[in-house]
């Protein structure tokens, strides 16, 4: 069987399908899942085990059988757990079929074939009766089908069902019980990925201001969850404007409506602000008493010597429709909303002498309709972009690289995906029409222009760069060439490198004095040692005494089988490390020229500086606008001798993670890491081979 994939191809720019085998789909699933993570996940693993063995209990101490249905087996090792605890049998149950066939074997090797019976369904297709699936409904119900939302990954239909149909009446659920959590924030830092901020320039005639669209102001955004590592977000950048709130609360072993619905909570501002985000988390309580609570709280509500890192459940930032300024002490009403899937918040004031009011009337006030965008500009920019063009240090250095370029009958051609470039120009020299080339990405781009009156001073190219015509240019040659670059198509950091590509297709159409900006672009790398990240890639052998080493084995195969010489695109802000080696300048790429047809081919070695384990490379891309500006999509700093690292927090830059890690121990015999880095200009990827 074969299947196609949608995958974005650097010297295009555009999404291609190829055709895979059918393997592609599975091993991907498996290198990417998020499996490994969770069985390094101990304070979860010890707190499931806790929790399933006290429901064992309970149930043996009324007298009855233990019968266990563990929904979303994965690897089989909640039902191991429940095995072990005493529980007469257990049906495990896996939608995704390598995961069931692994539980399989898993449960074979560690002994539990006898007790555990995995049935490779989704749950809601399970039968029950003498010749179902299960001979009969469960007594305990076990599952761990949460997400950084709790409800993401259909947790709340798949209980709906359950109880219906699976489980006894009164069962024990492990966990017992979900609870979210709420913080009403100010944060400058949040805010700016939610809406575009008036952008500053100084311009040789005054400050000139760009003005985001007028439509962003009221939109709600995108419902997509955002969801982060907040234990890396310093307290600077926010301001807690209320207590830690309990929102709503789902009770497992009740049965569970997954209907819409609206929760409100009254809030009393400890602190003047403005609100504009909501903190989220969740906790779960593996018993009914409360007493085995695994939690997902930030390091501000916990003391950061329990928290436990993981991967695979973070923080949610929801981003209110409007900024509301609230008072301190004054009365607010928060209320979640939520559909089978996704939750989302909004704030309302209490008026004078209004009684308290209940849930109804939040319904009532809000209605259930989940966020969609309006405005559109959520659709052109994402909330890492937005972010990136509020940065205003960041417009500082594109100004004044363009003042040095651009002059007042400078014909500039942009290629960049919503890029304000353009407008930038326009207000830095340029004042005659520029052009500005347009894809089927930047659609909702004119927005910006006609709230700024500049419709008829950009102009929007509807073409691909090779289908450029000298019409669209008024048969005029293009003397400045920009780009940030930024390609919403890009996945890893060179994939912005499709501005060469592009430079080259509309070649003819330059002047032969033609400035681009940036006139060359360089690739960094630098080996590190992860405070954490490096779990998601390390084998687990045990876990909670049971062996889970063909768990390994399949993402290590999955691993192999396509990855191994690529490199994935990591948010390293979210991800501490040290720098274990001088960050290096591995490839240069010369933007004044075209692309070559020869491959661009590096080989070296690093030093490595400091002690530490060599987790991986991480490579980023830097570009050079003029003499002196450059801009880092990856390193800032290094911000102290230990060699922590300081990333570009709008970015995200590629992790090469070594497949074995060493250890260096002494610096008096400094060990090196050689390295070779094949750009290859056909393809527009990057292969790489360490040597450590
Ligand atoms: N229980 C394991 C794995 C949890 S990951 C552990 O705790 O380590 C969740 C798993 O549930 C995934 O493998 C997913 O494929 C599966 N899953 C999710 N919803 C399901 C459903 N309704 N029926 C069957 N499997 C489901």
Redesign the pocket.
Known sequence: MKTFCGRANPTTGSMEWLEEGEDYDYHQEIAR???AD??HDKD??VK?YQGIRAAVSRVKARGEKAIVL??????????MMAASAGADFCY?????KP?ANAAVKIVEKNGFSDKIKV?N??????TVGPDGDMQCRANIL????FDTELIG???L??YE??HKYLVQEGCEAVPHRATVYVQLVESKRMWSWKKLFPVHVEAEDGEKIIVPPSEMENCPGVSSVCDIQLNQMPSSDFTALSDVVTMFSVDFSKPVQSASTCYRVQLEPVKSGKAQVVLSWWDIDMDPSGTINCTMAPYWVKPTSALQWRD?WMQCVYFLPNEEPVLQGEKLYLTACRDEYSVWYSLQKAREGEAEADEEEAKAAVGVESPVCRCRAHLLWNRPRLGELNEQSRTGQYSQALREVLKTDSVCLCISDGSLLPVLAHYLGAKQVQYFILFFRSLHFSLVFKANNLEDKIKIIEARPELLKPSHLEDKKVSVLVGEPFFTTSLLPWHNLYFWYARTAVSSHLASNVTVLPHSASLHMMIVEFQDLWRIRSPCGT?EGFDVQTMDDMINDSLNFRESKEAEPHPLWEYPCKSLSDPQEVLTFDFTKTVPQHCLSTEGSVNLLRKGKSHGAVLWMEYHLAADISISTGLVQISNEKGNCEWNPHCKQAVYFFSSVTESETLSDPTAVTYAINFDTKTGEIAMYFKL
Do not use: Q, W
């Open positions: 899942s998020r499996y969770m069985l979860r693993n499931y563990d929904i979303g087996t994965g690897t089989g090792l909640l039902s495990a149950v896996e939608v995704f995961m049935i369904k989704h749950s809601t297709e399970v076990v599952t761990e089908l990954e259909g947790a239909p798949t069902h359950a695979h876990c």
